[in-house]
């Protein structure tokens, strides 16, 4: 089983305090930071691009930045997320039909490979070709666009289905996911916990991370008992 990663979603951060925000999620036990970047097309909100991505790189030059790529033309921003210091590039399945095209540039810059899938896309859409080509697969628990929606849990099956099919990828789940949620999606398999609302929001962040990261180890402890 891949280890349990949690990924804050800079998006419910202060902005005008962005480093200093990764820095303390870092400090409070966050092993990635998750850089939701939405380019108007793909989703109607516009929010950051490699720009400031770089910046943070320069400040944080040891940040694990997963970039979650909401935009329209994945194959268009390789480069600069790569230049900017992005570690992992996530893009939408939905937003391509050459999937194959955008996994190899992604490669060939040395970054790690996500796949995307919405609420309304099945987890068949994500080919074993494609898959096993990627390093990571992204359910989405929220219509992507903002931060700070409800839950929706009709897509944790997802979850199980693409464990099922593949036992030793990261699977990560984003959107809606707090202490309230983690456990069906910890117990569907998801093994990297994007939160945004709910450790940002939380007096205590670095105990929101331990909380939710204990959650994903207890729910893998009970798969390998079964197993
Ligand atoms: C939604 C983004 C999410 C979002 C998560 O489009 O992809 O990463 O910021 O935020 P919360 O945890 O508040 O739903
Ligand atoms: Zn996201």
């Known amino acids: 089983m891949p280890r349990a990663i949690i990924s804050p979603s800079v998006l419910a951060s202060d902005f005008g305090q962005l480093t200093a925000e990764c820095k303390r999620m870092m400090k409070d036990g966050a092993e990635w930071l998750h850089m ?11 929010t950051m691009g490699a720009p400031i991505l770089t910046s943070v790189h320069k400040a ?8 979650h790529m909401m935009v329209a ?11 900017a210091g992005g570690a992992l590039y996530c893009f939408h399945i939905e937003a391509t039909s050459d999937p194959l095209s955008v996994i190899k540039k992604v490669r060939s810059r040395n970054m790690q ?28 628990t929220v219509h992507p666009g903002r931060g700070g929606q409800k839950f929706i ?9 693409l464990r099922a099919r593949f036992p030793e990828k990261n699977i990560e789940v ?11 999606c910890a117990e569907a398999g998801s093994n990297v916990i994007v939160a945004g609302t709910a450790i940002f929001g939380a007096q205590d962040a670095a105990e929101v991370i331990k909380q939710l990261k204990a959650s ?3 729910a893998q402890a009970k798969f390998a008992a079964k197993a």
């Open 36 to 46: 939701d970047v939405m380019d108007g097309h793909f989703v109607p909100n516009i």
């Open 60 to 67: 944080i030059p040891d940040i694990f930045m997963d970039c």
């Open 73 to 83: 033309n994945p194959i268009q921003w390789v480069d600069d997320i790569a230049d």
């Open 113 to 140: 490979v996500g796949v995307a899938i919405s609420p309304d896309t099945p987890s068949t859409a994500i080919t074993d070709e494609v898959a096993e080509a990627s390093d990571m697969l992204l359910v989405m």
């Open 153 to 161: 849990e009709a897509c944790v099956p997802k979850v199980a289905e």
């Open 174 to 184: 984003d959107g809606g996911v707090g202490p309230k949620t983690i456990h069906v």
């Open 216 to 218: 994903v180890m207890a």
